[in-house]
């Protein structure tokens, strides 16, 4: 099964910093599928990994992008870019 994609921008106000950083990969990791986001061109990290994503220096605004493979993809992909376009901060 090929991997879904999609390219969202970060609405946190303060980018991918600790606190959505962490909510972002948890929510990848209890996928239970193999999740990669890439800031830009750059290369992808697992983005079930906290340190991976704050790595990527995703600020607001930045435009980035997750991939996902396996049973069920395109309902974790549209967990996943709700969840980076709702600004966490704000909560």
């Known amino acids: 099964m ?3 994609t999609r390219t969202v921008k970060i609405a946190s106000s303060h980018g991918l910093h600790a606190r959505p950083a ?3 990969a948890e929510a990848a ?8 986001i890439a800031k830009g061109d750059g290369k992808p990290v697992n ?10 220096g995703a600020n607001s ?5 997750l991939s996902v493979e396996g049973d ?3 309902g974790v992909l549209d967990a996943l870019v ?8 704000a909560a």
Not at 29 to 35: A, F
Not at 47 to 56: M, P, Q, R
């Open 2 to 4: 090929p991997a879904v």
């Open 22 to 24: 962490k909510l972002f």
């Open 29 to 36: 990791k209890n996928s239970g599928l193999p999740v990669t």
């Open 47 to 56: 983005a079930a990994s906290i340190l991976g994503v704050i790595s990527l």
């Open 61 to 65: 605004g930045d435009e980035v992008t």
């Open 72 to 74: 069920g993809a395109e």
């Open 82 to 89: 709700t969840q980076l376009e709702t600004d966490t901060d």
